[in-house]
Nanobody
Framework: QVQLVESGGGLVQPGGSLRLSCAAS????????MGWYRQAPGKEREWVAT????????YTAASVKGRFTISSDNAKNTVYLQMNSLKVEETAVYYC?????WGKGTLITVSS
């Protein structure tokens, strides 16, 4: 079965950086598009970034453009989300996705 496992969450100060990882099993990574989403308490889940099948194209939400980067290591079947200049309001659970599967999420807390 397809499994996605996120890691790299934790506490970070405003303006700091984190790199999230999503390790995929049960799929061939290069054959599936991968995405990152986040959901803050009391808010709807929102799309953050997508890496297309084969890693040829990537997209980021306007709110994170210039600060977040999605990338992959195909040999490790892993997709990453590099997050820079983090803001307090970006505290959320971050999820990895390849339709229709979701990881269980990893919590990012941005706080002083």
């Amino acid at each position: 079965q397809v499994q996605l496992v996120e890691s790299g969450g934790g506490l970070v100060q405003p303006g700091g950086s984190l790199r999230l990882s999503c390790a995929a099993s049960g799929i061939i990574f290069r054959s599936s598009g991968m995405g990152w989403y986040r959901q803050a308490p009391g808010k709807e889940r929102e799309w953050v970034a997508t890496l297309s099948t084969g890693g040829n194209l990537f997209y980021t939400a306007a709110s994170v453009k210039g600060r977040f980067t999605i990338s992959s290591d195909n040999a490790k079947n892993t997709v990453y989300l590099q997050m820079n200049s983090l803001k307090v309001e970006e505290t959320a659970v971050y999820y990895c996705n390849t339709h229709p599967k979701w990881g269980k999420g990893t919590l990012i807390t941005v706080s002083s």
